[in-house]
Each structure stands twice: as structure tokens, then as C-alpha cells.
């Protein structure tokens, strides 16, 4: 069997909230598992409502955060082992994208800079000739190019402009993987789409699987093979995209189906989610139970398995929808 790409297993990580006395702990991921498979690229779009644990993940990923519980192993080795673990190797393999270009970016510097020190730092390019070459086939990829880069400032672009470029610079290392969280969030709505369909291009021309981090559940089913849906820091139904949009198993996921908004929009967190107390992190039992139009005492007494329905589906439920 290939190699796994990604492997997180039962992960999670949890913050001391209110100060060193209160002794207040929050659980923003809980025992999360989730693959990425090795053999050909995918683009896992992770969604979930504002505070859901998205970027805590992503962030583990990405090795900003330890994480306090469980593993991630890249291409089968553990971060956890210093040995296998090269810092250098991981920042070609794995790359972010983050959701404010403007951030990413000095205000102070031309943009080229960042993309020829990439290329000639981490020693993708051995001569300056060399790096402009591969910057101008990266750029071009985008729907960019040098010539119109060239020694201009943030500022001189548009967000949907300098978000290209920046993932132009994340694809210079030529990545195994690209963790973008919330890309599209800051761009502007005629430019979303644009983004997200770059991602569906770039993923089999680099050979790059992506992990897609949005609150936008349209651009998420459009762009992702797979999608995993959080809820309170738990992965609570992970499936094929085209699967869970035609099928929800989870209540909460048919919950947001019925809210599929338009390209571009967000859904209701007022509507759907009006309560985002940290008490509901703790809850030991099901988190979603309390708002669940199905919930049986099963689910206010005890904490539910993931349920696997085929192969490439779970589901983290007592009572999955199944066809219906
Ligand atoms: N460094 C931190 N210290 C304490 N609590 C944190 C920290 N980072 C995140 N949290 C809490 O953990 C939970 C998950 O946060 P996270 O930022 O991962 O959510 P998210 O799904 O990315 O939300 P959003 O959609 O708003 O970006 C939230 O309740 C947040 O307040
Ligand atoms: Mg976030």
C-alpha cells in the first residue's frame, strides 16, 4: 500500500484559558484523526464554524504547534522524531497560505524579493538565472508573471493579485503539501472563485495535495475531493466531497447542507450556532447533542465512536443519516 502523505492520529490540543490561576482548560482539537493520502494529489477542504479548532490544526500541521496529544507523521515520520525530522526538508515539503496577503507580504519590500530569496535560500536555485526561470514559470502558473511583478510593493496589487503571488511563492519549493487556512476569506467575492479554482489546476500540474481551511461551504464542495467537517474541535464526518453533499451522515453536516449559501457567502454562525461558550468544548458526551434534532439519552450520556461507512467515510455519530 502507498505511503500516506499526512497521517494525524487522535490529536489534539488544548489551551490554559483565563490566566495561569484559573486552571480553565480549553480542548480546541480532541482527538483528531484524518489522512492524506500519498499516492495521487487531493485537496481536503476542512470546514466548521468560527472557532471550531481549524486553525489550531493547521497550525500543528504546519509544526507552529506541538501538539499536546496523539501524532502527525509526513510521508510515514512522526514529528515527534527528532532523528527523521529535518527543518529544512520541511519547509520545502510543506507550505502555507495564509488568509491576509497583505500580512504575508512586507509593505516595505518589492514582492520579487520574497519569491527570489525562496528559491535562492532554501537552494531550490543554484544561480540568479536559474531562480528567475523557475519564478517566472511559477508566476506564470498563477496567471502572473515577472515582468509585471518586478520590483513593485503590496500595495501596487489587488488581495486576489497578491494572494496568486503568494501562492506562487508557496509552490517555488515545489511542496508536497500547501495548507492554505481561510485563503479566500480576505479576497474580494468576483475573485473567490478564481483562487479556488487555481488550487484545482495547480494540484495535478505540482503534483500538490492541499489542505483547503474555509468557512465557505460553497467553494469548499466545488474545489475538494475530500471534506472534513469540524465541530467544537472534533472531527465529527470526513468523507468524499460529492458523497457527503448528496448524503450527509451527520446531523450537523445536513444542518449546514440545508444552509449551502451561494459562491462567496458565509452561513449564519447567529443562526446555527448561537452558543459558543467553552463549556461546550468539555462536554464529554456528544457536543453536538444539545442542538441535535435526533438526540437520544445515548447521546447526552455518552461520547460517540466514529462509525465507519465505507472505505473513504466516517461519521461521528450514534445516529448517522444513512440514505436518508
Ligand atoms: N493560543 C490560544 N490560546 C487560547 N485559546 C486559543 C488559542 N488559539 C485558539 N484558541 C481557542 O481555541 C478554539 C479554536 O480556535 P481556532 O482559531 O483554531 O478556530 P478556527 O476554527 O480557526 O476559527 P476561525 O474560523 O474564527 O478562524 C477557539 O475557542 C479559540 O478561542
Ligand atoms: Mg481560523
Given at each position: 500500500m502507498a505511503e500516506k502523505l499526512l497521517e494525524i492520529k487522535n490529536v489534539s490540543k488544548i489551551f490554559r484559558i483565563?490566566?495561569?490561576?484559573?486552571?480553565k482548560k480549553l480542548?480546541?482539537?480532541?482527538g483528531i484523526s484524518l489522512e492524506v493520502d500519498g499516492e495521487k494529489p487531493v485537496i481536503l477542504s476542512v470546514v466548521g464554524e468560527s472557532g471550531c479548532g481549524k486553525s489550531t490544526l493547521c497550525k500543528m500541521i504546519l509544526r507552529l504547534y506541538q501538539a499536546d496529544e496523539g501524532e502527525i507523521c509526513l510521508s510515514g515520520n512522526s514529528y515527534a522524531n527528532k532523528k527523521k525530522y529535518d527543518p529544512m526538508q520541511f519547509r520545502l515539503d510543506v507550505q502555507p497560505i495564509f488568509q491576509n496577503p497583505y500580512e504575508a507580504?512586507?509593505?516595505?519590500?518589492?514582492?520579487d524579493t520574497y519569491l527570489f530569496n525562496t528559491a535562492l535560500r532554501l537552494g531550490i536555485a543554484k544561480t540568479r538565472d536559474e531562480a528567475e526561470k523557475l519564478i517566472e514559470e511559477t508566476l506564470q502558473s498563477v496567471g502572473m508573471s515577472l515582468a509585471v511583478v518586478?520590483?513593485?510593493?503590496?500595495?501596487?496589487?489587488?488581495g486576489g493579485e497578491l494572494q496568486r503571488i503568494s501562492i506562487a511563492r508557496a509552490l517555488i519549493t515545489r511542496p508536497k503539501l500547501i495548507i492554505a487556512d481561510e485563503?479566500?476569506?480576505?479576497?474580494d467575492a468576483s475573485m473567490k472563485m478564481n483562487i479556488v479554482n487555481l488550487f484545482k489546476e495547480l494540484k495535478d500540474k505540482y503534483n500538490v495535495s492541499f489542505i483547503y481551511i474555509t468557512h465557505d461551504l460553497s467553494t469548499a464542495y466545488y474545489v475538494s475531493d475530500y471534506i472534513a467537517t469540524l465541530y467544537r474541535g472534533c472531527l465529527i464526518e470526513y468523507g468524499e466531497a460529492m458523497d457527503i453533499m448528496d448524503n450527509p451522515a451527520h446531523p450537523y453536516t445536513e444542518l449546514l447542507m440545508n444552509a449551502v449559501?451561494?459562491?462567496?457567502d458565509k452561513w449564519s454562525e447567529e443562526l446555527i450556532l448561537p452558543d459558543t461558550e467553552e463549556k461546550e468544548y468539555s462536554i464529554?458526551?456528544?457536543?453536538f447533542a444539545p442542538r441535535c434534532?435526533?438526540?437520544?439519552d445515548e447521546c447526552r450520556n455518552k461520547k460517540p465512536e466514529m462509525t465507519l461507512?465505507?472505505?473513504n467515510r466516517k461519521v461521528f455519530c450514534f445516529h448517522p443519516l444513512l440514505g436518508s
Amino acid at each position: 500500500m502507498a505511503e500516506k502523505l499526512l497521517e494525524i492520529k487522535n490529536v489534539s490540543k488544548i489551551f490554559r484559558i483565563g490566566g495561569m490561576l484559573s486552571g480553565k482548560k480549553l480542548t480546541a482539537v480532541d482527538g483528531i484523526s484524518l489522512e492524506v493520502d500519498g499516492e495521487k494529489p487531493v485537496i481536503l477542504s476542512v470546514v466548521g464554524e468560527s472557532g471550531c479548532g481549524k486553525s489550531t490544526l493547521c497550525k500543528m500541521i504546519l509544526r507552529l504547534y506541538q501538539a499536546d496529544e496523539g501524532e502527525i507523521c509526513l510521508s510515514g515520520n512522526s514529528y515527534a522524531n527528532k532523528k527523521k525530522y529535518d527543518p529544512m526538508q520541511f519547509r520545502l515539503d510543506v507550505q502555507p497560505i495564509f488568509q491576509n496577503p497583505y500580512e504575508a507580504f512586507s509593505a516595505r519590500k518589492p514582492v520579487d524579493t520574497y519569491l527570489f530569496n525562496t528559491a535562492l535560500r532554501l537552494g531550490i536555485a543554484k544561480t540568479r538565472d536559474e531562480a528567475e526561470k523557475l519564478i517566472e514559470e511559477t508566476l506564470q502558473s498563477v496567471g502572473m508573471s515577472l515582468a509585471v511583478v518586478k520590483g513593485k510593493y503590496p500595495a501596487q496589487f489587488s488581495g486576489g493579485e497578491l494572494q496568486r503571488i503568494s501562492i506562487a511563492r508557496a509552490l517555488i519549493t515545489r511542496p508536497k503539501l500547501i495548507i492554505a487556512d481561510e485563503p479566500v476569506a480576505a479576497i474580494d467575492a468576483s475573485m473567490k472563485m478564481n483562487i479556488v479554482n487555481l488550487f484545482k489546476e495547480l494540484k495535478d500540474k505540482y503534483n500538490v495535495s492541499f489542505i483547503y481551511i474555509t468557512h465557505d461551504l460553497s467553494t469548499a464542495y466545488y474545489v475538494s475531493d475530500y471534506i472534513a467537517t469540524l465541530y467544537r474541535g472534533c472531527l465529527i464526518e470526513y468523507g468524499e466531497a460529492m458523497d457527503i453533499m448528496d448524503n450527509p451522515a451527520h446531523p450537523y453536516t445536513e444542518l449546514l447542507m440545508n444552509a449551502v449559501p451561494r459562491v462567496g457567502d458565509k452561513w449564519s454562525e447567529e443562526l446555527i450556532l448561537p452558543d459558543t461558550e467553552e463549556k461546550e468544548y468539555s462536554i464529554s458526551y456528544c457536543k453536538f447533542a444539545p442542538r441535535c434534532p435526533y438526540a437520544t439519552d445515548e447521546c447526552r450520556n455518552k461520547k460517540p465512536e466514529m462509525t465507519l461507512i465505507n472505505d473513504n467515510r466516517k461519521v461521528f455519530c450514534f445516529h448517522p443519516l444513512l440514505g436518508s
